[in-house]
């Protein structure tokens, strides 16, 4: 059973030990608004100890350069309790700004949220 929190920028759903969350907002250019909703994804980790996430990025259809320093710093939160962070769902511009910075090494990137899901067990 899937346990759903969600804001309206963020959306947060519990698939057992995996959480799955959905960035809504179409674009993130506003600083105040990339951090607060980085901040809010990385407490799950942090302070919520949900450790196995997936991010599916399906709304923005870009990812300005402070999104992706939260993205790496969210992969290594992760990492470091002993989970990991999943991408899904990568806009065409995402997926080429992660390539383009040799970025995409770094995360496992799926297709579908579902595949991303299915990937942790």
Known sequence: MALKHGGRWLEREDFGDVTVVRLHALRLDDDAMT???FGQIDALIQEVGRRYLVLNLSSPEFLPSLAIGKLVLLNRRAQAAHGRLALSNL???????????????????????????????
Request: glycine share 2%; net charge negative.
């Open 35 to 37: 951090r607060d909703l």
């Open 91 to 121: 806009s065409r511009p995402t997926a080429e700004v992660l390539d383009a910075t040799q970025l995409a090494e770094l995360f496992r990137i799926y297709g579908t949220e579902a595949d991303a899901v299915r990937s942790f067990a």
